[in-house]
């Protein structure tokens, strides 16, 4: 194979990885990812590109059915806009659920092993008056703060273990429909893609 065959092999390769992207539109046209600097690893955490006084809805399509859910904007702006963008881009499309126990299912990261994420965190934002309720979403916090948050996730499928959390977990979300989706999800399901509105 010549040298020249060679690069239009490979660019042909990263035009088609462009073109199966998915492409924020609409109200959502300038939510876009920092660099990538690999597959699902960022430079840093998107620009804001949502508004946290407007509503915000999303549906996680899995292999096990789809669950609606409603996005905290008010209370956790930067975790809101964080996952949206990510999702808008198709960072969550075909990640398996890695981790479940009784009471809590996870995903979100590419490895598989909950170790992995988009290569940066985000800042703690709690509501003091939270509860975590069965089907709250939050974002992963690993100890020692590795870059795990940015990207994964956990949806809880009954009352949190031990009442509380001890962590600052960012509550980003809560289901509205489907949580009996959530609650049979397994470690053989997989997320299809996340739909966001707004409104």
């Not at 996952?83 to 979100?108: E, H, R």
């Not at 916090?141 to 996730?153: L, Y």
Request: neutral net charge; aromatic residues 10%; contains cysteine.
């Amino acid at each position: 194979m010549t040298l020249g065959l060679i690069v239009v092999v490979i660019l042909a390769g990263v035009g088609l990885n462009l073109a199966l992207k998915p492409a924020p539109s609409g109200p959502f046209r300038n939510c876009h990812t920092q660099r990538e600097l690999a597959p699902r690893l960022y430079a840093g955490p998107p620009e804001t590109c949502i508004n946290p006084t407007k509503i915000y809805n999303g549906k996680i399509v899995t292999t096990r059915g789809q669950i609606s859910v409603v996005f905290n904007a008010s209370t956790t702006p930067i975790t809101v806009n964080n996952f949206i963008v990510l999702a808008l881009n198709g960072y969550y499309d075909g990640l398996p659920f890695f981790g479940k126990q009784a009471w809590v299912i996870q995903s979100g990261d590419p490895q598989g092993n909950g170790k992995g994420g988009p290569g940066y965190t985000l800042p703690a934002e709690v509501d003091p008056n939270d509860h975590w309720q069965p089907g709250s979403l939050g974002m992963a916090r690993a100890p020692g703060g590795g870059p795990i948050n940015g990207g994964q996730f956990f949806i809880t499928t009954d009352n949190w273990a031990g009442g509380t959390p001890s962590v600052a977990y960012n509550h980003f979300a809560t289901v509205t429909l489907g949580f009996d989706v959530a609650q049979g999800l397994t470690t053989d399901d997989r997320i299809v893609r996340i739909e966001v509105h707004q409104g």
